[in-house]
Every structure is written in C-alpha cells, then in structure tokens.
C-alpha cells in the first residue's frame, strides 16, 4: 500500500514483532524502500504520544481488547480504524430450514467463540420455539456453549432437553447480557413475537448490537433483503455463518482490520483498504470561467490513460 508503519504488539508477542521487524529491516535494506519505513513500538508507555502526532500519522488501526480500541478512540488525534465490539446476532425467522439453523448458528457460534465475528446473541422467532429452537440448543449445548435465555425460550426448552442438558447449561437471561461480549461459549437467547418478525429483529440488532456482523436464516428473499436493507452493520449475512467476515474469506488477502466506521473503509480492509484516491488533471490552459451557460460544456467521458 505504500504506506510507512510504526508496529506495536501486545507484551506477550514483543518477541515475535521483534523478529519480524528484524527481517522486514533485512529484506528493506536490499531495495529503495528506506530502511525506517518499518518502525516497532516496544514500550506502552510510547503510545499515547504517539496517538497526538497528527502531523506525522495519517491512521491508527488497532487490533486488541475493547479497552484498547476505545482508549485510541478517544486519545488519538487522527482517524482510526477498527471496532470495539464484536455484538454480532443470528436471527432465526419463521421460515428458517432446521438443519440450516443448526449448522449455521454451530459455526458462527463455535468455530473460534473468541473470534470477534462470533455471535453473541440468538434471536428466535416465536414461530419456531417449539420446532428450530429445541434442536439448534441441542447442538450448541454439545458443543458446550451455555444458553442465557429468556422466559418463552426457557419455557420451550424446558419441554424438549433432558432435565440434566438443561440445568446445566440454560440460565435466565439478564438484560446486560444483549449488550455483552462474551468471547467464550456463552450466548444470549431473545424471543421475537412473531407479529413482529424481522422489523423487531433489526431493532434489537440496532439497539445493542455493534454494527459488525449480523445475519438472518429465512428462505424469502424479500425478508432477507429488508433485513440486510435495515440492520445498520458493516457486514449483512443471508443463510450463511458470520464467521465469514473475514478478509481473506472476502478475497481481500491479508486482513488489516475490520472497521465499523462509516468514511473510508468499513467491513473487513485489505491492503486496498489503506489506499486513498489522488486526481490528476491534464490541460491546455483552460480555466473554469470557460465553462458553464453560454460557453464550452463538460463531456465527463471515460478517456483512455497514458
């Protein structure tokens, strides 16, 4: 990306960055690239000042703990980019196949729960309490995951678990819970009433998610599309896991971050991500009093580039 970086790892892998700075600064010094291009970070105590030099940092993207992300949010004097949270929601709609249910929400919830694009809330339509649900906690509970539920999804799987599966691993759910992280095996479970459907899952969703990763399980495509056309996230799934926010999984090649804010990137970025659009204009001496009412018209024709 042409970009000059300044790294800073976490203390656990200061070993690690300080191998791979040695080995960019060998393979630098066999091309025109300075040899500072690639500059490490050791100390915490450097990053605060470093988050005010404006003049000198174009961009801060940091990768770590929502106590990290926030505390650049808030220190830096230049753009950043990057998430805090990772409040990502499945929502299960009346028409959900089972089987599709059960391995979607499996992986999304299972295949690294760590993972900031694993999913930390389960909303369920009323319409499949009895039918989808019974059998997508079964599945998550053999995975060891631990279910926060409320009163209907309590009530349903009360009916359909073995007394032992559901005293170990069924809670009531708390409020807070909706606007938690859990980063381990544990998940929310909200019930949405049915004559309101999707536009109370998109609330819930807008309301405490993070604006990352959501998706919906529906076979209508019109529901799918209100769905991903109102949940305000950088990433919308349909019929498919949210572990796929990914960049690599995206085609984007070695994922820089993934960003929730609104200019610029936003969803996973690449290298293409970091890159920046530059006008070049080529003339003969015309000026813009030229065009307008009365005189010489803009064409605004692709033209072929030298």
Same mark, same amino acid.
């Given at each position: !990306? ?10 656990? !892998? ?36 470093l988050l005010e ?60 729960s760590a993972a ?88 819930? %969703? ?34 498919? !896991? ?15 971050? %993934? ?16 890159? %920046? ?30």
């Amino acid at each position: !990306s042409a970009n000059a970086a300044i790294l800073k790892g976490g203390k656990e !892998s200061t070993e690690s960055f300080k191998a791979i700075s040695t080995v960019i600064s060998q393979a630098l010094n066999k091309s025109d690239v300075p040899n500072d291009s690639i500059q490490l970070v050791t100390t915490r105590d450097a990053i605060d000042p470093l988050l005010e030099l404006s003049q000198y940092i174009d961009l801060v993207i940091p990768r770590g703990s929502n106590d990290l992300v926030r505390n650049c949010q808030r220190k830096a004097h230049m753009p950043v980019l990057g998430h805090a949270d990772g409040l990502c929601s499945l929502y299960i709609h009346s028409d959900a196949d089972e089987k599709m249910a059960v391995n979607v929400a499996v992986d999304s919830k299972t295949d690294y729960s760590a993972a900031c694009n694993a999913i930390e809330t389960l909303l369920v339509n009323e319409e499949v309490l009895e039918s989808v649900l019974p059998a997508v906690a079964t599945a998550l509970i053999e995975k060891g995951v631990s279910l926060r539920c409320d009163a209907p999804a309590k009530e349903s799987l009360s009916k359909h678990l073995p007394q032992d599966k559901f005293s170990q691993h069924v809670q009531d759910v708390k409020e807070n819970d909706f606007n938690t992280e859990f980063l381990d095996l544990t998940i929310a479970v909200r019930t949405i009433k049915s004559a309101e459907g999707v536009d109370a899952a998109i609330e819930h %969703i807008n309301t405490h998610g993070s604006h990352h990763t959501d998706a919906i399980l529906t076979s209508s495509k019109e529901t799918a599309d209100r769905f991903c056309n109102a949940v305000d996230s950088a990433c919308k799934f349909w019929n498919c !896991s949210t572990r796929f926010c990914d960049g690599m999984r995206f085609g984007f090649g070695t994922e820089v971050g %993934i960003s929730t804010n609104k200019v610029h990137a936003r969803g996973p970025v690449g290298l293409e991500g970091l890159m %920046i659009h530059e006008y070049r204009v080529s003339g003969q001496g015309q000026g813009a009093a030229m065009y307008g009412a009365g005189g010489r018209q803009f064409k605004h024709k692709r033209l072929p580039l030298a």
